[in-house]
């Protein structure tokens, strides 16, 4: 059983920063593509950051030069580093994987004021 844990959310002002982190159990870590994903309140659910077993990365324009995303495989730990937080920022953050099938943390709330 894979469990994804997320952490680091919380109530920030426009401009400033967060760090989200997903602590992620067992050897398929070190193997699997870690995604975050967002959903803010009656939107869908949208990719925001990927980054491979090789340390590729992809973003969403949305995010792109302000968020970044990596992992420490000795941890089984993939960080999301979140600067200039705008408000429409603000959303549930989920990390997920794929291991023969879709695992999704709990999610962690990001709120961000104007």
């Known amino acids: 059983q894979v469990q994804l844990v997320e952490s680091g959310g919380g109530l920030v002002q426009a401009g400033g920063s967060l760090r989200l982190s997903c602590a992620a159990s067992?050897?398929?870590?070190?193997?699997?593509?870690m995604t975050w994903y967002r959903q803010a309140p009656g939107e869908q659910r949208e990719l925001v950051a990927r980054?491979?077993?090789?340390?590729?990365?992809i973003y969403a324009d949305s995010v792109k030069d302000r968020f970044t995303i990596s992992r420490e495989n000795a941890k089984n730990t993939v960080y999301l580093q979140m600067n200039s937080l705008k408000p429409e920022d603000t959303a549930v953050y989920y990390c997920?994987?794929?291991?023969?099938?879709?695992?999704w943390g709990k999610g962690t709330l990001v709120t961000v004021s104007s």
């Open positions: 997920y994987t794929y291991y023969g099938r879709d695992y």
């Open positions: 067992g050897t398929i870590f070190r193997i699997n593509a």
């Open positions: 980054i491979t077993s090789g340390d590729s990365t």
